[in-house]
């Protein structure tokens, strides 16, 4: 396995497990996590957010379950896809996390949790850099 696929399934990883965090805190018993980070990120950390509506954990749950399958897509598309054909996975699954980002951070922004922006990053990177020079010529 290359670093580039050992990286792109770290990444991988990371989304599947915060996705089944995420809909998982549908369940008040277990939201304690999520409504931390919540309420650091809808500033000022106050405790107001308590996620227990039913709106909320609904949409906890949906996003999470499509967090948790674009983290699996990503695993698998890192494996045997990736090593037959690196130029369109690296295309699939820089197009997914880009519109991803730009769709979550301008929806976060609009929430009034533009702190979110941020981790959103992080992930962006998590991403992007195992394919940074994956597909780069090679120096002479």
């Known amino acids: 396995m290359t670093s580039e696929q050992k990286g792109l399934r770290l990444a991988a990883g990371v989304t599947l497990v915060t996705g089944l965090a995420l809909a998982l805190s549908a369940i008040p018993a277990l939201n304690l996590p999520v409504r931390l980070l919540t309420d650091l990120l809808v500033w000022p950390l ?3 957010e308590t996620l227990v509506a039913s709106e909320t954990r ?3 749950g949906i996003g999470g379950g499509v ?4 983290g699996l897509m990503i695993w698998q ?5 990736l090593a037959r054909s ?3 996975v690296r295309a699939i699954i820089r197009s997914s996390a880009l519109t991803w980002f730009l769709v979550d951070s301008a929806a976060s922004v ?3 949790a533009a702190l979110n922006v941020v981790p959103n990053l992080v992930f962006l990177a998590l ?3 195992p394919m940074r020079r ?3 010529p090679a120096a002479a």
């Open 127 to 129: 991403f992007l850099l």
């Open 110 to 112: 609009a929430a009034g």
């Open 86 to 88: 690196p130029e369109t």
């Open 134 to 136: 994956a597909g780069a």
């Open 77 to 81: 598309l890192a494996g045997a896809p």
């Open 58 to 60: 609904l949409a906890l």
């Open 67 to 70: 967090m948790a399958g674009w």
């Open 46 to 48: 106050d405790g107001a």
